[in-house]
């Protein structure tokens, strides 16, 4: 049986690390080392975004997400509206080699 999109958001919920929005703040003020991903689309960052977030969105993570951020041992965090792009693009980014991926949910 084929699998469903709630099961494969499950099998990726299942497979990466979550950060809530209140953490993240408390870590950016913090001014903890993390590099933040927008992978929501060019018309939803344009309408506000997290200070300091690199914007590719998900449809140009796997082309994109090497150049933009080369260094695969720094801690990534994602986010997107709502959480369920951000949670798929933590699972890429730990298929690319990404070491320290975190999934914001709820997103931004």
Known sequence: MAATYADLLAAARKRIQEIS???????????DE???VDVREK?????GF???????PRGFLESQIESRVPDKN???VVYCAG??????????????????????????
């Open 21 to 31: 929005l209140e953490d993240l703040r408390r870590r950016l003020e913090a001014k």
């Open 34 to 36: 993390l590099v933040v």
């Open 43 to 47: 018309e939803e960052y344009r309408q």
């Open 50 to 56: 997290i200070p300091g977030a690199i914007s590719v």
């Open 74 to 76: 720094a801690e990534v």
């Open 83 to 108: 959480g369920v792009r951000s949670a798929f693009a933590a699972v890429t980014l730990t298929e690319l080699g990404y070491k320290r991926v975190l999934s914001a949910n709820p997103g931004f």
